[in-house]
């Protein structure tokens, strides 16, 4: 009964993680080459892996986990079909003696390239070919940590002293949701109402975040409304944000 109870419990806690991740309730998903000799996953968000069929939103860069047998053995070398469209770089890395090459990707334009991996005779080891598409519009939603359910924008209210939690899902022209770990900019055009929680200040006083991740989360400084932004390429999303006492 006591491996059951915590069979059970492992299982809820996977159900819990997974139900805010790209995955879904799964434990991932890797995504065989076309040579079926490696396997490959982006190594965001998702515990063990998320599929490469999901989009790459254009300007925006991810890591790609590459396992098998192969990438075991010895030193392998990445390149790309199309370095207009995708680049890579790669590390191999030996976890407790299980070795996997982890590939820096940056998408460049939209697209379609297919990343190569070869042994260091040269010889072809697997491929996989990887899309990119532009940014055409966002959703943005927002909660107060821990406690709220997300509620959609524009407009968001925050106490002072709580902080709001914000996500974007950012979508191409066929409103297929696109992969993104970095490549948005949140700015904040009010920061003597509100600041996010990691900022910088640029030249026109600004209150801005370089280039990161889907989410990004705020404070109230003083009462009033601050006007927040995301953008990626030439698209933005506004909103505002209420700072209540």
Same mark, same amino acid.
């Given at each position: 009964?006591?491996?059951?109870?915590?069979?059970?419990?492992?299982?809820?806690?996977?159900?819990?993680?997974?139900?805010?991740?790209?995955?879904?309730?799964?434990?991932?998903?890797?995504?065989?080459?076309?040579?079926?000799?490696?396997?490959?996953?982006?190594?965001?968000?998702?515990?063990?892996?998320?599929?490469?069929?999901?989009?790459?939103?254009?300007?925006?860069?991810?890591?790609?986990?590459?396992?098998?047998?192969?990438?075991?053995? *010895? +030193?392998?070398?990445?390149? $790309? =079909?199309?370095?207009?469209?995708?680049?890579? @770089?790669? !590390?191999?890395?030996?976890?407790?003696?299980?070795?996997?090459?982890?590939?820096?990707?940056?998408?460049?334009?939209?697209?379609?390239?297919?990343?190569?991996?070869?042994?260091?005779?040269?010889?072809?080891?697997?491929?996989?070919?990887?899309?990119?598409?532009?940014?055409?519009?966002?959703?943005?939603?927002?909660?107060?940590?821990?406690?709220?359910?997300?509620?959609?924008?524009?407009?968001?209210?925050?106490?002072?002293?709580?902080?709001?939690?914000?996500?974007?899902?950012?979508?191409?022209?066929? *409103? +297929?949701?696109?992969?993104? $770990? =970095?490549?948005?900019?949140?700015?904040?055009? @009010?920061? !003597?109402?509100?600041?996010?929680?990691?900022?910088?200040?640029?030249?026109?006083?600004?209150?801005?975040?370089?280039?990161?991740?889907?989410?990004?989360?705020?404070?109230?400084?003083?009462?009033?409304?601050?006007?927040?932004?995301?953008?990626?390429?030439?698209?933005?999303?506004?909103?505002?944000?209420?700072?209540?006492?």
């Amino acid at each position: 009964m006591k491996n059951l109870s915590q069979i059970s419990s492992l299982s809820f806690l996977l159900a819990a993680t997974f139900a805010t991740t790209g995955c879904g309730f799964n434990l991932g998903e890797d995504t065989d080459g076309d040579l079926s000799r490696l396997e490959f996953s982006y190594t965001e968000e998702c515990l063990l892996g998320c599929s490469l069929r999901q989009p790459m939103m254009t300007g925006s860069t991810e890591e790609v986990r590459v396992t098998g047998h192969r990438v075991r053995q *010895g +030193e392998v070398s990445v390149e $790309s =079909s199309d370095p207009s469209i995708l680049t890579f @770089t790669v !590390e191999r890395h030996c976890p407790e003696q299980k070795c996997e090459a982890l590939v820096d990707v940056t998408a460049h334009a939209s697209g379609a390239a297919q990343l190569v991996v070869r042994d260091l005779d040269g010889d072809l080891v697997d491929r996989i070919t990887l899309e990119v598409h532009d940014p055409a519009s966002f959703d943005v939603e927002a909660r107060i940590v821990p406690e709220d359910d997300f509620v959609a924008a524009p407009e968001f209210s925050v106490p002072l002293g709580e902080t709001l939690f914000m996500q974007a899902a950012v979508f191409d022209a066929d *409103g +297929e949701r696109l992969r993104v $770990s =970095s490549g948005l900019l949140w700015t904040i055009e @009010t920061p !003597e109402v509100a600041r996010f929680n990691e900022w910088e200040a640029d030249p026109a006083g600004k209150d801005f975040v370089n280039p990161d991740d889907d989410d990004m989360s705020l404070e109230g400084i003083i009462e009033g409304v601050a006007t927040v932004a995301v953008s990626a390429g030439s698209i933005d999303e506004r909103f505002t944000v209420e700072v209540t006492n």
